[in-house]
């Protein structure tokens, strides 16, 4: 099984920290598949017989409104619907305007797992359920996981859930 795996968010919410975590020292481009994508290619993982394509999504904009933004997030939407699974990465109780940004241009045909990162971060650990539960019902995510990609916690479990889609 091989897959393009997009993990878009805003900035900050640990994409990177996530994306290496997740790759490890197991960065290698081998795939055939790789060569079929218009998103910018960060690493694959091969596992047994699985390969993870990690890509970006090229002119990801959620800072601004107007007209010339609605153009390229409908591109971004596009793009995310030729990806095999979305990886929409967030910070635990910290939504802001750039993360609702990012929710409504969401593809609706394309399996979307929410990630709730830095959760080694949290100060009352009983947060956590309400915050997932409000976001849950703005969209029908395939998954929502929490993580902390930093000290790799539920980062393979992540792995597991993303693995069907491919
Ligand atoms: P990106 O902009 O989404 O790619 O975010 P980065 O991966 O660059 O991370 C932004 C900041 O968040 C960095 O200072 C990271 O060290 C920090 N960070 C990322 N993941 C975690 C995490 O799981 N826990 C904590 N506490 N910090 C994290
Ligand atoms: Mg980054």
């Given at each position: 099984h091989t897959g393009f795996v997009a993990i878009i968010g805003r900035p900050n919410v640990g994409k990177s920290t996530l994306m290496n975590k997740l790759i490890g020292q197991k960065v290698s481009i081998t795939s055939k598949k790789a060569q079929t994508t218009r998103h910018r290619i960060n690493g694959v993982l091969t596992e047994g017989d699985t390969q993870y394509i990690f890509v970006d999504t090229p002119g990801f904009q959620t800072k601004h409104g107007g007209a010339l933004n609605r153009v390229l997030n409908r591109n971004v939407s596009q793009a995310l619907g030729e990806v095999d699974v979305v990886v929409w990465v967030i910070e635990a109780m910290k939504f802001t305007s750039q993360d609702e940004a990012v929710l409504n241009i969401l593809p609706r045909e394309t399996p979307v797992i929410l990630v709730v990162n830095k959760?080694?971060?949290?100060?009352?650990?009983?947060?956590?359920l309400p915050f997932v539960q409000k976001l849950s019902t703005r969209f029908d995510f395939a998954q929502i996981i929490p993580v902390s990609a930093k000290n790799g916690i539920q980062t393979d479990v992540l792995l597991n859930q993303i693995k069907p889609y491919l």
């Open positions: 959760v080694d971060a949290l100060e009352r650990k009983n947060d956590l």
